[in-house]
């Protein structure tokens, strides 16, 4: 059974472990950056630097957020994993080929149901 594989297991724990520890970086560059910019000119319109910091700021915020939503997504499947319905699409009800699981273990839909051309 899926929910038993200490691969998969592993490869969850491993992905929660990575999106975490990139997670508290990125925290803190973002951190540097708000400290940054309060060091600075507040007339962004003026200072050749204010753009490309509120740009760095605004790409660092929404690459946090994408890495959010990834661990939230790994601790789903790791849930699922727990509960015994980790491997079965979310659309089809079909197991989800291993193959996928090892490549994105964190996956919900099988091959056919993840084809946005099936929809």
Do not use: K, N, W
């Amino acid at each position: 059974m899926v929910h038993e594989d200490p691969e998969l297991r592993a490869r969850l724990a491993a992905e929660a472990e990575r999106t975490a520890e990139r997670i508290s970086a990125l925290e803190r560059d973002y951190g540097a950056i708000v400290d940054g910019m309060q060091l600075s000119s507040t007339d962004d319109e003026h200072d050749p630097e204010g753009f490309t910091t509120a740009v760095d700021r605004s790409r660092t915020s929404a690459l946090l957020e994408t890495a959010r939503h990834q661990l939230a997504e790994v601790r789903s499947a790791q849930e699922r994993m727990a509960a015994g319905t980790y491997g079965r699409c979310e659309v089809c009800g079909e197991a989800i080929p291993r193959g996928r699981l090892l490549a994105r273990p964190a996956a919900r839909t099988c091959v056919e149901c993840a084809d946005p051309s099936r929809r």
